[in-house]
C-alpha cells in the first residue's frame, strides 16, 4: 500500500458525479486536500455507511478546502445510482479496471463469495503536491475509518 511521504499514483479514471465525466489525479490537486476514500463495493452495509458518514462530513471538509472521493471497482452507472440512492453529493471514481487498486496496493478478495480484486477498504489523503499526508488501510473490510483521524489529518494541511 501507498504510505505517508510517497507520491500518489497517478491515474484517470471515471467520475460518478450525477452524470459521467473524466478524472485525472494531477488535474484536481487544485482542490486538495483530497480524500480518497476506497470501498469494496456500492449497495454493501458497510460500504453505504461509510460513503453517508463521509456525506454528513463532507462540510466539515469543505471548511478545510478539502475534497472527498468515493473509489470502487463498480461501474460508473452504478455508483451513479448508488449516489442517487443514498443522497452522496461528492464523485464517485470508479475502477472496474482495477488500475487504481493495484497502483495503491489496496487489491483483495471475497473468496467465499466468489469476488476478486476489490478495493479494501483504506482512506488516503493526498496534498497538492500529489504527495500521500495520510494513509490508513482495514484488512478486514467491515471495519469503517476513524472519521475523526481523517479530518485531523486534513486539518494539519489547512
Known amino acids: 500500500m501507498v504510505d505517508v511521504g510517497d507520491t500518489a499514483p497517478e491515474f484517470t479514471a471515471p467520475l460518478a458525479n450525477g452524470d ?32 453517508e458518514t463521509f456525506e454528513d462530513r463532507l462540510e466539515e471538509f469543505d ?17 451513479n445510482a448508488f449516489r442517487e440512492d443514498t443522497g452522496l453529493t461528492y464523485g464517485l471514481i470508479s475502477d472496474t479496471n482495477r488500475r487504481i487498486v493495484d497502483a495503491y496496493g489496496l487489491s483483495m478478495d471475497f473468496a467465499s463469495m ?24 482495514a484488512e478486514d473490510p467491515g471495519i469503517e475509518p476513524d472519521y475523526d483521524e481523517v479530518y485531523e489529518a486534513v486539518e494539519e494541511l489547512s
Open 114 to 137: 466468489g469476488v476478486d480484486d476489490v478495493a479494501k477498504r483504506a482512506v488516503v489523503v493526498v496534498d497538492g503536491d500529489r504527495e500521500v499526508q495520510y494513509a490508513w488501510v
Open 20 to 51: 459521467v465525466a473524466e478524472f485525472t489525479l494531477s488535474e484536481r490537486l487544485d482542490e486538495a486536500p483530497l480524500v480518497l476514500a476506497f470501498f469494496p463495493g456500492a449497495f454493501t452495509g458497510v460500504c453505504t455507511h461509510e460513503m
Open 63 to 79: 471548511d478545510l478546502g478539502a475534497t472527498v472521493y468515493g473509489i470502487s471497482a463498480d461501474t460508473p452507472f452504478a455508483l
